[in-house]
């Protein structure tokens, strides 16, 4: 059932001590609002790894339980690791061992689409990994 637009409007989302100028679309029905994955990076709700833009103080506040007394910085961990990080993540001679509980039975979950928004950016990235393979 397609949704009715009413309207689109730009507004300041904020969260916590951040704020970011998002585009809100108004829809006809009891939805719920959804942040899309632009918006929620900004506020800093939604972070995958470390954020590259993070200086050293933040990481060390953010791994104080993780790190004593050493100084943590994104270079000096890619410095330190250089041979781990480079290529296309790809392990030659190892095989992966699973642990799997044999009472488990397998449940196929559904195929779900990428979204249309993304779907030019995901081909392309697709066809960019499977020529570096």
Known sequence: M???IYGVLSGTAMA????????FHVAKGKYSSLLSTTTAEALDLLRVGIPISATSQQIQRQFANV???TTLSLNSV???HKNIFKGIGKFKN???KLHVNPKDIPV???VRCIP???RKKATAELQHLLRKS
């Open 67 to 69: 790190t004593s007394d």
């Open 16 to 23: 916590c001590e951040n704020s970011h100028i998002s585009k």
């Open 108 to 110: 196929q979950q559904p």
């Open 78 to 80: 890619l410095d330190k």
């Open 94 to 96: 190892f095989q992966v």
């Open 116 to 118: 249309y928004h993304t």
């Open 2 to 4: 397609p949704l009715t």
